[in-house]
């Protein structure tokens, strides 16, 4: 009983001085400002992240944009125009010989092509070490898996 006794003693001690009512104060609000400031670095970090991602595909859609306008130009090209004519109207250049093989004669000498799907990959973006260890303990604090 004597040391629940002393305890409250001191406390009351510590309710009646203000300057530790003010230190306690202080250190409570550190905390709290401590504490949202990680969770705004983390965001910040997500968007970053996201940012980064973006202006990848961005980057990528310019390019794939830039070799359409490429393909459009060839079209309408005189070259284009000279082959696909002599491709499909069955027409030849002076000095060339034309042979015209059956269908199923070319379909039985030819390979099976398998289209080619563009697909952009995802990005993996490398975390360092500390950059790993700091994210662990937020969500270990907001109690989410270590996955």
């Excluded at 305890?7 to 905390?31: E, G, N, Y």
């Excluded at 980064?52 to 070799?67: F, H």
């Excluded at 390979?111 to 270990?140: A, C, H, L, M």
Aim: no cysteine.
């Amino acid at each position: 009983m004597n040391l629940v006794h002393k305890f409250l003693k001191t406390l009351r001690a510590i309710i009646h001085d203000v300057r530790a009512l003010a230190l306690i104060s202080f250190a409570i609000i550190a905390m709290l400002v401590a504490w949202n400031s990680i969770g705004v670095l983390q965001k910040n970090y997500e968007l970053e992240k996201q940012i980064a991602l973006l202006k990848q595909k961005n980057s990528v859609a310019k390019l794939e944009n830039e070799n359409q306008k490429l393909r459009n130009k060839y079209y309408e090209s005189n070259e284009y125009v000279e082959i696909t004519a002599r491709r499909q109207l069955g027409k030849a250049k002076e000095g060339e010989k034309l042979y015209l093989v059956p269908r199923s004669v070319a379909e039985a000498a030819s390979i099976e092509v398998k289209p080619v799907v563009e697909t952009i990959p995802d990005v993996v973006i490398q975390k360092s070490k500390y950059q790993r260890n700091v994210e662990g303990w937020i969500r270990f604090f907001k109690g989410e898996s270590l996955n």
